[in-house]
């Protein structure tokens, strides 16, 4: 009888042992495999792909590859235009070894807008629905930055101004010819910037704020709140005017009217620089 039990002990105790192996055995491969598939997971989301067919063999479990478009693209695309080609960032740090590949969610949000700016027009003028003053998506509500040092950002478009039109940065509030205007802003370092520009007719327009005029940008109780000593006068625009292009399209800031006249005649000047 006690032999019995002594054998009885025996063989459970090799059950057990049996078992434990088992489980370290299997319990490390499975951790294994969840490791290389988390990995991959990461990689390939980050990366923009999720099919898992696309990753042909074990030997790429971990590594990380570009299969799609990074955030870093959609970022670049928003901020600067730039196209990318499908699977043409790598995130390998192998090969980025000290350039960044992406940016965070937060950053890639700031750049991503909805709309255009809008007119800055709150008042109705008509009974008859449809106006301007109908429309104010909330989204696209003028929205300024004052940078304190010179400059003034836009929100929505994400352009750098300079700010007070008697400033240097301004030419000290002195007219120049179009061509002269073009140098002075290529030429132009201010607020420890030095790749300021003219604006195109758009980028000039996008300041308006056709709910004020004399001059036609925000007001805080009838003074200008970002863009101070705006003269009530023309401004140039790099762009020409195509159907005589001895003339470059210019806004007037008295009331935001928009028009053409000959490169000769001198204009004030507001530079632009593509804001981050």
């Given at each position: 009888?006690?032999?019995?039990?002594?054998?009885?002990?025996?063989?459970?105790?090799?059950?057990?042992?049996?078992?434990?192996?088992?489980?370290?055995?299997?319990?490390?491969?499975?951790?294994?495999?969840?490791?290389?598939?988390?990995?991959?997971g990461?990689?390939?989301?980050?990366?923009?792909?999720?099919?898992?067919?696309?990753?042909?063999?074990?030997?790429?479990?971990?590594?990380?590859?570009?299969?799609g478009?990074?955030?870093e693209?959609?970022?670049?695309?928003?901020?600067a235009?730039?196209?990318?080609?499908?699977?043409?960032?790598?995130?390998?740090?192998?090969?980025?070894?000290t350039?960044?590949?992406?940016?965070?969610?937060?950053?890639?949000?700031?750049?991503?807008?909805?709309?255009?700016?809008?007119?800055?027009?709150?008042?109705?003028?008509?009974?008859?629905?449809?106006?301007?003053?109908?429309?104010?998506?909330?989204?696209?509500?003028?929205?300024?930055?004052?940078?304190?040092?010179?400059?003034?950002?836009?929100?929505?478009?994400?352009?750098?101004?300079?700010?007070?039109?008697?400033?240097a940065?301004?030419?000290?509030?002195?007219t120049?010819?179009?061509?002269?205007?073009?140098?002075?802003?290529?030429?132009?370092?201010?607020?420890?910037?030095?790749?300021?520009?003219?604006?195109?007719?758009?980028?000039?327009?996008?300041?308006?704020?056709?709910?004020?005029y004399?001059?036609?940008?925000?007001?805080?109780?009838?003074?200008?709140?970002?863009?101070?000593?705006?003269?009530?006068?023309?401004?140039?625009?790099?762009?020409?005017?195509?159907?005589?292009?001895?003339?470059?399209w210019?806004?007037?800031?008295y009331?935001?009217?928009?028009?053409g006249?000959?490169?000769?005649?001198?204009?004030?000047v507001?530079?632009?620089?593509?804001?981050?």
């Amino acid at each position: 009888m006690w032999r019995k039990r002594e054998v009885k002990r025996g063989l459970v105790g090799l059950v057990m042992v049996v078992v434990v192996v088992l489980v370290m055995v299997f319990g490390m491969d499975l951790r294994l495999q969840y490791k290389g598939s988390l990995e991959v997971g990461l990689a390939k989301c980050f990366a923009g792909d999720l099919d898992d067919s696309s990753v042909a063999n074990a030997s790429s479990l971990g590594t990380p590859q570009a299969y799609g478009y990074t955030l870093e693209d959609v970022y670049q695309r928003a901020v600067a235009g730039t196209e990318a080609t499908a699977g043409g960032h790598s995130l390998d740090p192998s090969v980025n070894t000290t350039v960044p590949t992406m940016h965070t969610i937060d950053e890639l949000y700031g750049v991503v807008k909805k709309y255009l700016p809008d007119t800055g027009q709150t008042t109705s003028y008509t009974a008859t629905f449809g106006e301007d003053h109908d429309y104010n998506p909330a989204g696209a509500q003028p929205s300024y930055t004052d940078n304190v040092d010179g400059t003034i950002s836009d929100n929505l478009t994400r352009l750098m101004w300079v700010k007070d039109g008697n400033s240097a940065g301004c030419n000290s509030g002195v007219t120049l010819t179009w061509e002269a205007a073009l140098s002075f802003c290529e030429n132009l370092t201010y607020a420890t910037y030095s790749d300021w520009r003219l604006p195109n007719s758009r980028e000039l327009m996008s300041i308006v704020d056709y709910g004020e005029y004399n001059p036609s940008v925000g007001k805080t109780a009838g003074t200008p709140t970002y863009f101070t000593n705006t003269k009530t006068s023309y401004y140039w625009s790099s762009t020409t005017y195509a159907y005589s292009t001895s003339y470059a399209w210019y806004v007037r800031f008295y009331v935001g009217r928009v028009g053409g006249n000959t490169k000769t005649n001198a204009y004030y000047v507001r530079p632009v620089r593509a804001g981050q």
